[in-house]
């Protein structure tokens, strides 16, 4: 399985993004998706999963309210819609899939890992 992370750019705090996670190869209807954060200084960190089907769904405290994941099966694509994006969400984004197919919110759950992509957000 290979994923690849997109959408990450550079913003002003209040704006929004949508990140994509593409998946190739593997079943991937299958698979449970992860995205965590990893800023400088900082820890990786979980920001929010979805099991295979979508109907379930967790977000970190810091995010709740603000970010969304969701998923589209028929495109083997994940998104991440991001909204009222603060400086603090600085970070490199990674995209992970487990193949159990839960959400689940600790990074040793997940079996593939994307390249990630950056988000600045300035104030």
């Known amino acids: 399985v290979q994923l690849q992370a997109s959408g990450g750019g550079m913003v002003q705090a209040g704006d929004s993004l949508r990140l994509t996670c593409t998946a190739s190869?593997?079943?991937?209807?299958?698979?449970?998706i992860g995205w965590f954060r990893h800023s400088p200084g900082k820890e990786r960190e979980f920001v929010a999963s979805?099991?295979?089907?979508?109907?379930?769904?967790f977000h970190a405290d810091a995010v709740k309210g603000r970010f969304t994941i969701s998923r589209d099966n028929a495109k083997n694509t994940g998104y991440m819609q991001m909204n009222n994006l603060k400086p603090e969400d600085t970070a490199v984004y990674y995209c992970?899939?487990?193949?159990?197919?839960?959400?689940?919110?600790?990074?040793?759950?997940?079996?593939?890992w994307g390249q990630g992509t950056l988000v600045t957000v300035s104030s």
């Open positions: 190869g593997g079943a991937f209807s299958r698979y449970g």
């Open positions: 979805i099991d295979w089907s979508g109907a379930s769904t």
């Open positions: 992970a899939v487990n193949l159990a197919g839960y959400r689940d919110m600790r990074p040793g759950a997940y079996d593939y």
